[in-house]
Nanobody
């Protein structure tokens, strides 16, 4: 399974971006998925996660009410992260991740088996 993230860019404070993460390969083995981010000089941190069915979501406190995670399993599994009201502290490389067994949408990175390429999000003040 390969995960390819896209949609990052440069945006002003208060702006919006929509990240996408497309799975390829054996997508039937990708279950719950999540987004993580890593800012320069900082550890990777959890952002949001979603169950395989899309009915359960989980967010870190700092993005609640601003970010929305969703997914489309119709063709190839694709997970999205709609980011609104962006702040400079949201600047980071964003990574998507997937589980090969159902463990529930979790913020623990060790629960994820597949990791995608990162996409840079830069929010200017």
């Amino acid at each position: 399974v390969q995960l390819q993230a896209s949609g990052g860019g440069l945006v002003q404070t208060g702006g919006s971006l929509r990240l996408s993460c497309a799975a390829s390969g054996r997508t039937s083995s990708v279950y719950d998925m999540g987004w993580f981010r890593q800012a320069p000089g900082k550890e990777r941190e959890f952002v949001a996660a979603i169950s395989w069915s899309g009915t359960s979501t989980y967010y870190t406190d700092s993005v609640k009410g601003r970010f929305t995670i969703s997914r489309d399993n119709a063709k190839n599994t694709t997970v999205y992260l709609q980011m609104n009201s962006l702040k400079p502290q949201d600047t980071a490389v964003y990574y998507c991740a997937g589980q090969r067994r159902v463990r529930g949408p979790t913020g623990e990175s060790y629960e994820y088996d597949y990791w995608g390429t990162g996409t840079q999000v830069t929010v200017s003040s």
